[in-house]
Nanobody
Framework: VQLQASGGGLVQAGGSLRLSCVASGGTFSLYSMGWFRQAPGEEREFVALIGRSDSRTYYAGSVKGRFTISRVNAKSTVTLQMNSLKPEDTAVYYC?????????????????WGQGTQVTVSS
């Protein structure tokens, strides 16, 4: 399974970005999917995740109410809509998938990872 993330860029504080992650290979509808991020000098942290269907979503407290995760299984795509961006959201964002479908925020349990896309929010 390969994951290809896109949509990062440079945006001013208060702006929006939409990240997309397309999966190829495997059976996308069986995987739970997550977004994680890593800022320079920081550990990777959980951002959001979504279960096999779109009925279960979970967010880190720092992004809840500003970010929305969604998926379209027919297109093997998971999306992270990011609104009201803050400078502290600056990081490389990674999409990830779990083949067991578990809804878990811990990154170590994810089997597949995309290459990352840079998000930079200027103040």
């Amino acid at each position: 399974v390969q994951l290809q993330a896109s949509g990062g860029g440079l945006v001013q504080a208060g702006g929006s970005l939409r990240l997309s992650c397309v999966a190829s290979g495997g059976t996308f509808s069986l995987y739970s999917m997550g977004w994680f991020r890593q800022a320079p000098g920081e550990e990777r942290e959980f951002v959001a995740l979504i279960g096999r269907s779109d009925s279960r979503t979970y967010y880190a407290g720092s992004v809840k109410g500003r970010f929305t995760i969604s998926r379209v299984n027919a297109k093997s795509t998971v999306t992270l809509q990011m609104n009201s961006l803050k400078p502290e959201d600056t990081a490389v964002y990674y999409c990830a998938g779990r083949r067991d479908g578990a809804v878990v925020a811990e990154g170590r349990g994810y089997d597949y990872w995309g290459q990352g896309t840079q998000v930079t929010v200027s103040s």
